[in-house]
């Protein structure tokens, strides 16, 4: 396995991530022609995150601007991009270039994929942990590494901190659930001498938020399960965490800016609007949310991000959640002159300076390429998770690309929103999560 100098902080994620690893293995493209080659293709590319759309249109737009190859792109609307992707393969005019989210999204779209064991593309790949293979053949390829977790104000929390009536008097004390609770609700029940409308923001279950809490919320039961069965993936799950989940969505519904009844009609962009206005002291999301709360009213140096913890033996030890679930994949179907293209593009993006900007200062992305050492994002959030990292944390894996379908994720959202409302019980997020996780598994090996 080809394994090159990097980063610390890029090393624990690989760490952290062990998706896939393997040897690497020759193939049978020529994928190493760099950009500007004369190629007389195009290129299309399905991109699977909203919050890039626009940065993702000005790079084609430089792209074609310098080489004259048009790239066309188009994005999925949050939560849609497998089944736009369904739509647009099926199309004369396919996408070139898609993404899956990790070994379940390759299993789908395994056959559809092109061998980048000789681009350019996967010879910057610091380590095979960061790709997905079949065998000899690479697949996918990760182009971001990220990190999610609490994010949380520092001005606000250290007033919290200075208060005569609250218990928690230092970020250090803060490493566990049981400090994370007192702090929660201690901010909701003086929120007007804080000057905020809750501890939390909206936890909005609409498809631009719910996917913080089926799926990313989700990942600490599992990752804690196949912690202590010494597994990484399963077809049954026992759900032995799940009362350690309903404590901490517990904590996130009913210490927020709105009442749970109210979830329903938030979005994505609540939440985050609520945290950037300092309306709220935690917001659970990730690296990726900084561009939405820059340049307002939270300072740079007044961002943090502390560990979702959920009440796990040892999770004064935990990291924050890092890993991928973002791996581009070249469309064998298409002619060879688009694929040619889709290289060249692909490989432009990660050596160029154009290309490198954009993804590390524009996109705020941490990347597995060795050609990036000069590109560091300057993403407080990024640098939140490297001093984990150096305090010798142990970094969380993401675990949802083991989940078995969009369909478990979705019954999963659709449950933990019922419960919220009170329009049902935590029994039907138990079945939801264990009944159909197996259901799901099943399903999908037929």
Request: proline share 2%.
């Amino acid at each position: 396995m080809k394994k090159k100098r990097v980063l610390a902080f890029v090393l624990a994620a690989a760490m952290a991530g062990g998706l896939v690893t393997g040897c690497g293995g020759s193939g049978n493209s020529d994928g190493g022609s760099s950009s500007g080659s004369g190629s007389t293709g195009k290129v299309y590319y399905l991109n699977f995150k909203p919050e890039q759309a626009d940065q993702w249109v000005e790079l084609a737009g430089q792209y074609t601007e310098e080489t004259g190859v048009q790239v066309d792109v188009q994005t999925a609307a949050s939560g849609t991009y497998e089944s736009q992707l369904k739509s647009e393969m099926a199309k004369d005019e396919a996408p070139t270039l898609f993404q899956v989210n990790g070994p379940v999204g390759l299993a789908t779209w395994k056959d559809y994929c092109y061998d980048l064991s000789d681009s350019a593309v996967y010879k910057d790949v610091s380590s095979d942990d960061y790709v997905l293979k079949d065998g000899d053949q690479v697949l996918g390829v990760a182009y971001v590494i990220e990190t999610y977790g609490l994010i949380y104000n520092k001005a606000l929390l250290n007033d919290y901190f200075d208060a005569s009536w609250s218990t928690v008097k230092s970020i250090d004390d803060l490493n566990n659930f049981d400090a994370l609770k007192t702090v929660a609700e201690e901010i909701q029940a003086h929120k007007d001498d804080l000057g905020v409308e809750g501890a939390f923001t909206s936890a909005g279950m609409d498809s631009s938020s719910d996917w913080r809490f089926k799926t990313h919320l989700a990942n600490l039961p599992i990752y804690y399960e196949y912690k202590d069965r010494g597994i990484t993936s399963t077809d049954a799950i026992e759900g032995t965490y799940l009362d350690n989940y309903k404590q901490i969505w517990d904590l996130y519904i009913n210490n927020a800016t709105c009442e749970p009844s109210m979830i329903s009609s938030k979005t994505g962009d609540d939440a985050s609007s609520e945290f950037a206005l300092g309306e709220a002291v935690f917001y659970q999301n990730g690296t990726w949310a900084y561009n939405d709360i820059k340049d307002n009213e939270v300072a740079d140096e007044d961002l943090g991000m502390l560990p979702i913890y959920i009440g796990a033996e040892g999770e004064e030890e935990q990291g924050l959640c890092t890993g991928s679930e973002n791996y581009w994949c070249v469309n064998k179907n298409a002619s060879e002159e688009d694929i040619q293209a889709t290289l060249d593009f692909m490989q432009w993006v990660v050596e160029s300076d154009a290309g490198r900007d954009m993804l590390a200062n524009e996109m705020g992305f941490v990347t597995p390429f060795t050609t990036f050492s000069d590109y560091l994002p300057s993403n407080p959030l990024v640098l939140a998770n490297e001093e984990y990292s150096e305090a010798g944390k142990t970094p969380v894996s993401w675990n949802f690309t083991t989940m078995p379908s969009e369909n478990w994720k979705n019954n999963l959202g659709s449950a933990l929103l019922e419960y919220a409302q009170g329009t049902g019980d935590w029994d039907g997020v138990v079945t939801a999560f264990v009944d159909g996780w197996a259901t799901e598994y099943a399903a999908a090996n037929e």
